[in-house]
């Protein structure tokens, strides 16, 4: 199999987001071994199911594409109010529309995500597997990606510090054997 291709998804829209700059590390710290492909959802109208088949549903329409070409997905995600932010819901759902025409259905995935609390991001990765399953997505069961953020996640490069190495690029590489393994046929 040629190079994996990898759509990341971040469920924060802002610029300074941890969860950000906690994918862009991962995404360099596996540079070598699959190709990255950040998905900007920041520009997504809120979704309406009027928009289906109309010229409103253009800006999900042009996202298809990059998830279509990609072997698997990676969401990081922070926790909203004990939740996944309503951006990520909105791109979950636009992209499973119209009926019949989802682009997630058998498209590999995992869930990983930061959050200076000691739970990490526990209750939105619960939530958005929930979504997942509900997607027909497989999704990487373990290890399960809850990253306490702080100052030595990430170097002044922004790669992946030492305390966190380790179980990082076990983490990533477990998700790319999966990928691998679940192969939409």
Known sequence: MSQLRIAVIV?????????????????????????????????????????????????????????????????????????????????????????????WAGLPAAVIGSSPGAAATAMAQQHLRNVLVSLDMPTLPQPEGFVRWSDTLLDADGKIGQGSHDFLVKYMTRFLDWVQLHQKR
């Open 11 to 103: 469920g924060s829209l802002s610029k300074q987001s941890i969860n950000r700059q906690l994918a862009q590390g991962l995404a360099a710290l596996m540079q070598d071994k699959a190709e990255f492909e950040f998905i900007d959802i920041s520009r997504l109208p809120v979704y309406n199911r009027d928009f289906d088949n109309t010229p409103d549903f253009k800006p999900f329409d042009e996202l298809k594409p990059l998830i279509r070409a990609s072997n698997g997905v990676l969401f990081v995600t922070p926790e909203y109010n004990r939740s996944i932010p309503a951006s990520l819901k909105n791109v979950l759902d636009g992209l499973s529309r119209p009926y019949g025409q989802s682009v």
